[in-house]
C-alpha cells in the first residue's frame, strides 16, 4: 500500500488528522503526520516561520523512505507544492484537500 504524509494548514497541528488516520492504517497505508514549524507542538519562534521552514520540515520527515503521497489541507496545499519542488525524489503524488494554492507570485495574505 502507500506512504501517506498528511499536512495541515494554518493554525493546525498534527492531531487534526486524528480521525482519518485510522481508515487509512485500517486499509493498510503506513501514514504519518507532523506538526509545521511554529505550530501544534514546534517551538518554533513565529518571526522564523517560512514556507519554505515549512516545506523543509515534510522532506525532512520524508527521510530516506520510499516516495510517498503527500495530502494537504488548506494552507498545507501551498506546503506540499512546494516540498514537491524542494524533494521530488521522494513524492509520488500530491493531494490537495480543501486546500489554497494561490498563482505564482502570489501571496497567502
Do not use: K
Amino acid at each position: 500500500m502507500a506512504r501517506i504524509v498528511l499536512v495541515h494548514g494554518a493554525f493546525g497541528r498534527a492531531s487534526v488528522w486524528d480521525r482519518v488516520v485510522p481508515g487509512l492504517r485500517a486499509a493498510g497505508h503506513e501514514v504519518q503526520t507532523l506538526d509545521l514549524p511554529g505550530q501544534g507542538d514546534d517551538d518554533t519562534p513565529v518571526a522564523e516561520v517560512t514556507l519554505d521552514r515549512y516545506a523543509q520540515r515534510v522532506c525532512q520527515a520524508l527521510g530516506d523512505g520510499p516516495p510517498a503521497v503527500l495530502v494537504g489541507h488548506s494552507m498545507g496545499g501551498m506546503v506540499i507544492t512546494q516540498a514537491a519542488a524542494d524533494c521530488p525524489q521522494n513524492i509520488d503524488r500530491l493531494v490537495y484537500v480543501a486546500a489554497f494554492l494561490p498563482a505564482d507570485g502570489e501571496s497567502l495574505i
